[in-house]
């Protein structure tokens, strides 16, 4: 568990309150209004990794991230959001960590993620770096 600041904390968990996380996927735009938020406790079990930022006041999610992996090779950090009115506060990187750390713990170093168009400002001084060569690919018509 990392506290950023008194009012936040930032904790890897096993469940959550779907309607929350769904909230969260709204404000990262990657909501659509026909998934099923029941959907969600699978998404996060079979997450390798998923961390909250709690509003400790309020008790309610107000950031989100995640790493899939196997456990054992490659891990991908993907979903990471902050609700608007707490971004720029130190937030996203503390949830960075707290997956990074996860990862690392477990012996898996090679971490990667696809950032949105200009966010590389955001993860580049937390050690992400461009892959030089690489161009990442989505099966058309899934996307």
């Known amino acids: 568990?990392?506290?950023?600041?008194?009012?936040?904390?930032v904790q890897l968990v096993r469940?959550?309150?779907?309607n929350e996380i769904a909230?969260?996927?709204?404000?990262?735009?990657?909501?659509?209004?026909?998934?099923?938020?029941?959907?969600?406790?699978?998404?996060i079990r079979?997450?390798?990794?998923?961390?909250?930022?709690?509003?400790?006041?309020?008790?309610?999610?107000?950031?989100?991230g995640r790493v899939i992996s196997d456990g054992v090779s490659d891990g991908y950090i993907?979903?990471?959001v902050v609700l608007p009115d707490y971004r720029k506060s130190g937030i996203g990187k503390e949830l960075v960590s707290a997956l990074v750390e996860r990862c690392l713990q477990s012996g898996i170093t090679w971490i990667a993620l696809i950032a949105e168009p200009?966010?590389?400002t955001f993860y580049l001084p937390i050690g992400f770096v461009p892959m030089q060569g690489y161009v990442p690919l989505l099966l058309r018509g899934n996307g």
Do not use: H
């Open 1 to 9: 568990m990392i506290t950023v600041g008194d009012e936040i904390v």
């Open 118 to 120: 200009d966010t590389e």
């Open 15 to 18: 469940s959550w309150d779907n």
């Open 23 to 43: 909230d969260l996927y709204r404000a990262g735009g990657w909501w659509k209004e026909d998934y099923d938020p029941a959907a969600i406790g699978s998404l």
């Open 46 to 64: 079979g997450s390798f990794s998923f961390a909250v930022a709690v509003d400790k006041k309020s008790g309610k999610a107000i950031g989100m």
């Open 78 to 80: 993907q979903d990471l």
